[in-house]
């Protein structure tokens, strides 16, 4: 072989391992690829292993509205005395709603027959006499019987189907399977996403099922994509996954495995999965003592970023979760808002939370996970100072009910809520315990048996409601949020 060619032909395999390289984005520090994509088929959500499914099986509650709802034009005529009326919202993208499937259910044979008859405004024009009404299953699929505390029955009803256009990503349709659940003297329907999505990822030497879903907590997803979409990584030989935290059930939650961040997103029809490696940079957040003099220090809880991601702060994070507290940890850098966490301060354990409440409106909650451009995201990590959360702001009380501005007739009772607040980092005090002293407590259990013994005092505030002259009208202790 002449030497020139030789030359080039080993410059055409380096050429060739490079460009290899560069497609498998392999880091040299690391033997995790920077980005690994898998198929996810499509499976039966009555088919994931029940401890693998979370509550993808129990379906999305279409909360009640109690009463028939003002926005629909026509319900059709009913021969039940207690009809349970609702609605299911179906969101397009992250924030926006693209139709609320109003509904009802009714017991055809008359009052106290059973309910047999659901009638869903499938075709979202309000009217919901247009619709075929769904009769309720002789019995429940395979699979589909959900074990619940305090549930008595449970029924089944036919399932229906959504359609969702993507424009020029296609289409793709959602089977849907209602169930009406009674516990408790109240009925509540909730509505299942028949149709999961299941890959397989090797991630840093570990394998993991993963499971995606539209279902959502309180609405359906149109799109896969959608960081509020259902998401559970499971490791067979780890029985703590899928991981619990608050968000981690959720595409948009940032998972730790072995030492790396990764974040995962979606297709839109969900038919393929994406973990990326951050390769971004970290910040330190660390719980401070401010000018006390506490030493044992700590906090274990997710935040949640103003770009819609969820991370989890504590000790020896991993796709479990947090093992312990931790005096500080690394994150992503980002401004986030503390979603919700137990911090060890000194001799007090603190839960603290998002606050929810504003001026007597229970605005955009946790859950649902809605407007997020209200929240105001005051922890700022950043990559060359720590973020340093020591309580030193002043702390406010809010009161979410009534409002300032509310009027109230003479003699008509007046409910009044109050919250304690950090109003910088917009979070509030939740519970308050102070571990150096034990109370007694006793409680009765459902079956009427008493349950005693001693637990860390609750240093909960106490709310006094005075007339101007110093009578006082009303107290209560502090409801926490
Ligand atoms: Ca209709």
Same mark, same amino acid.
């Given at each position: 072989m002449p030497v020139e060619k030789r030359e080039w032909t080993v410059g055409l395999l380096s050429a060739v391992i490079f460009a290899l390289l560069a497609v498998c984005g392999c880091d040299s520090k690391s033997d995790a690829p920077d980005v690994i994509t898998v198929a996810m088929e499509e499976i039966s959500t009555f088919d994931i292993p029940q401890r693998n499914h979370m509550d993808l099986a129990k379906g999305v509650w279409g909360r009640s509205t109690g009463e028939p709802s003002e926005q629909v034009k026509r319900y059709p005529e009913l021969r039940t005395d207690k009809p349970v009326y609702g609605k299911l919202p179906v969101y397009g993208d992250l924030e926006n709603v693209v139709k609320t499937l109003y509904w009802v259910v009714e017991e055809s044979a008359g009052p106290g027959k059973g309910y047999d008859t659901l009638y869903v405004d499938r075709n979202n024009d309000l009217d919901l006499t247009n619709d075929e009404p769904l009769s309720a299953q002789e019995s429940p699929p395979q699979g589909a019987e959900v074990k619940e505390e305090y549930v008595e029955r449970q029924t089944w009803f036919s399932p229906?189907?959504?359609?969702?256009?993507?424009?020029?990503?296609?289409?793709?349709? @959602?089977?849907?399977?209602?169930?009406?659940?009674?516990?408790?003297?109240?009925?509540?329907?909730?509505?299942v996403p028949?149709?999961?999505?299941?890959?397989?990822?090797?991630?840093?030497?570990?394998?993991?099922?993963?499971?995606l879903s539209c279902d959502a907590y309180d609405a359906i997803r149109g799109r896969l994509n959608d960081p509020l979409c259902s998401f559970f990584l499971v490791n067979d030989d780890d029985p703590r996954t899928p991981?619990?935290?608050?968000?981690?059930?959720?595409?948009?939650?940032?998972?730790?495995?072995?030492?790396?961040?990764?974040?995962?997103?979606?297709?839109?029809?969900?038919?393929?999965?994406?973990?990326?490696?951050?390769?971004?940079?970290?910040?330190?957040?660390?719980?401070g003592a401010g000018k006390r003099a506490f030493k044992n220090l700590g906090i274990n809880?997710?935040?949640?970023?103003?770009?819609?991601?969820? @991370?989890?702060?504590?000790?020896?994070?991993?796709?479990?979760?947090?093992?312990?507290?931790?005096?500080?940890?690394?994150?992503?850098t980002g401004d986030y808002v503390l979603a919700i966490a137990w911090i060890q301060y000194g001799p007090l354990s603190i839960q603290v939370s998002q606050n929810y409440h504003i001026?007597?409106?229970?605005?955009?909650?946790?859950?649902?996970?809605?407007?997020?451009?209200?929240?105001?995201?005051?922890?700022?990590i950043r990559k060359d100072r720590p973020f340093v959360l020591d309580f030193s702001n002043e702390p406010e009380v809010l009161f979410a009910e009534p409002t300032s501005a509310q009027r109230f007739k003479t003699g008509e009772e007046v409910k009044v809520m109050a919250v304690l607040i950090d109003p910088v980092l917009d979070i509030m005090i939740r519970r308050l315990i102070d571990t150096r002293q034990k109370v007694p407590y006793e409680y009765a259990r459902r079956d009427g048996s008493k349950v005693s013994g001693e637990e860390d005092r609750s240093l909960d505030p106490k709310v006094v409601v005075t007339r101007l002259d110093g009578t006082v009208v009303a107290e209560g202790i502090m409801p926490f949020g």
């Open positions: 229906f189907t959504l359609e969702f256009e993507h424009g020029d990503n296609g289409s793709h349709s @959602v089977e849907i399977m209602p169930r009406l659940r009674f516990g408790e003297d109240s009925a509540r329907m909730y509505f028949t149709k999961a999505r299941k890959g397989r990822f090797a991630l840093v030497g570990k394998d993991f099922d993963v499971y991981a619990t935290w608050e968000w981690a059930e959720f595409l948009c939650a940032m998972r730790r495995i072995g030492g790396i961040w990764y974040q995962f997103s979606a297709t839109v029809r969900g038919d393929k999965v994406t973990a990326t490696k951050y390769k971004g940079d970290f910040g330190t957040f660390e719980i809880g997710p935040l949640f970023s103003c770009d819609h991601r969820a @991370v989890l702060a504590g000790g020896e994070v991993d796709e479990a979760g947090a093992k312990d507290m931790a005096r500080s940890c690394r994150l992503p001026d007597g409106r229970r605005r955009a909650k946790i859950h649902p996970k809605l407007a997020f451009d209200q929240w105001v995201y005051g922890i700022t």
